[in-house]
């Protein structure tokens, strides 16, 4: 939930750390500004849990291992009630950890240790990738796919798909270049804001996720095509098709 100061025109936003190190979520409470996070912290998946139960967050930090159930444990039953922004904390090194993350509805990630000030921007680039901007409403159809761009809404043959701040902004990145090859390092660039790191695997799992969650297009080929050693397309044969 975003909380609005109507005398100076600022936004608190809740901000829900999962993490069983206090000395951390100590640090974090007093890292973050006051006057634009608003910092809760939990020490196990099933708080945290019980914690978004019963209020509102516009962003969630994870931390992979935690007592209990495990921060992909706590994901999927976050994901179960909520689509609140996830960035998952893992260890350095752990890219099993990140591609698990990503494919369990993560919308990034980030290895420990790690900068306070990085951390700090991950959070400010999702939660701004998770609300749309002020302005008029964009619709975007492509065969029998709609994309509401204000509304951040996706539907796929009539049916609307839940998807991540990620995998909607890696849609929407796509659909906009239809039928054009996208460098995946751009499209990290892109979608997360950062530079690509070596066997950086991200964007593939953000693939595999719209292509589980889209299915397969009208002429039952992959909606998003990969070319091997550069990048990933949106498809456009089975619309050319079908407007002869």
Known sequence: MTFVDDQNGLSLKNLL?????????????????PTEFCVTVATTGEEGIAILTEGQFSIIILDVMLPGIDGFEALRKIRAISDVPVLMLTTRGSTTDRVNGLESGADDYLPKPFQPEELQARVRTIV?????????MTFV??????????????????????????????????????GSVQPRE???????????????????????????????????????????????????????????
């Open 17 to 33: 750390l999962v993490d069983d190190d206090v000395q951390l979520g100590s640090l974090m409470t007093q890292f973050f500004n």
């Open 128 to 136: 701004r990738r998770s609300h749309p901007r002020n302005g008029r």
């Open 141 to 178: 159809s492509i065969g029998d796919l709609e994309l509401d761009e204000q509304g951040r809404k996706v539907k796929c043959s009539g049916e609307e798909i839940e998807l991540t701040g990620a995998e909607f902004v890696l849609l929407q990145l796509l659909v906009s270049k239809a």
């Open 186 to 244: 751009a499209l990290i660039q892109r979608v997360f804001e950062r530079q690509p790191t070596l066997f950086d695997r991200s964007i593939d799992s953000l693939v595999s996720n719209l292509r589980r969650k889209l299915g397969a297009a009208p002429d039952g080929h992959d909606r998003i095509r990969s070319v091997r050693g550069v990048g990933y397309a949106y498809a456009i044969d089975s619309i050319k098709e079908e407007k002869r």
